[in-house]
Nanobody
Framework: QVQLVESGGGLVQPGGSLRLSCAAA????????MGWYRQAPGKQRELVAA???????KYADSVKGRFTISRDNAKNTVYLQMNSLKPEDAAVYYC???????????????WGQGTQVIVSS
């Protein structure tokens, strides 16, 4: 099995920055896509940013130019640097990874437990 452990959430003032981290652990042979999603109260979970193992990235329009996703393949870790935070960025942020386990031949999606981001003065 795979565990995704997130860290870095918290309270920040508008205009501030936070850096989220998510480390994957378990019987991992390979990780393809890794990404960050968020869910605000009363809203659906939405993709924030994603990155492929080769480094190709994509972002939600609402965060382009403010957020940067990166990963360390050797550490099975993905990061989300969030700058110029706005109140509308407040949500629970979830890490996602598409993983190939040892001794299997199919990819599966795993999720972290979520980390709260609060943007308020």
């Amino acid at each position: 099995q795979v565990q995704l452990v997130e860290s870095g959430g918290g309270l920040v003032q508008p205009g501030g920055s936070l850096r989220l981290s998510c480390a994957a652990a378990g019987s991992i042979f390979s990780i393809n896509d890794m990404g960050w999603y968020r869910q605000a109260p009363g809203k659906q979970r939405e993709l924030v940013a994603a990155i492929r193992s080769g480094g190709t990235t994509k972002y939600a329009d609402s965060v382009k130019g403010r957020f940067t996703i990166s990963r360390d393949n050797a550490k099975n870790t993905v990061y989300l640097q969030m700058n110029s935070l706005k109140p509308e960025d407040a949500a629970v942020y979830y890490c996602n990874a598409r993983v190939l386990l040892y001794y299997t031949d199919s990819w599966s999606d795993y999720w972290g437990q979520g980390t709260q981001v609060i943007v308020s003065s």
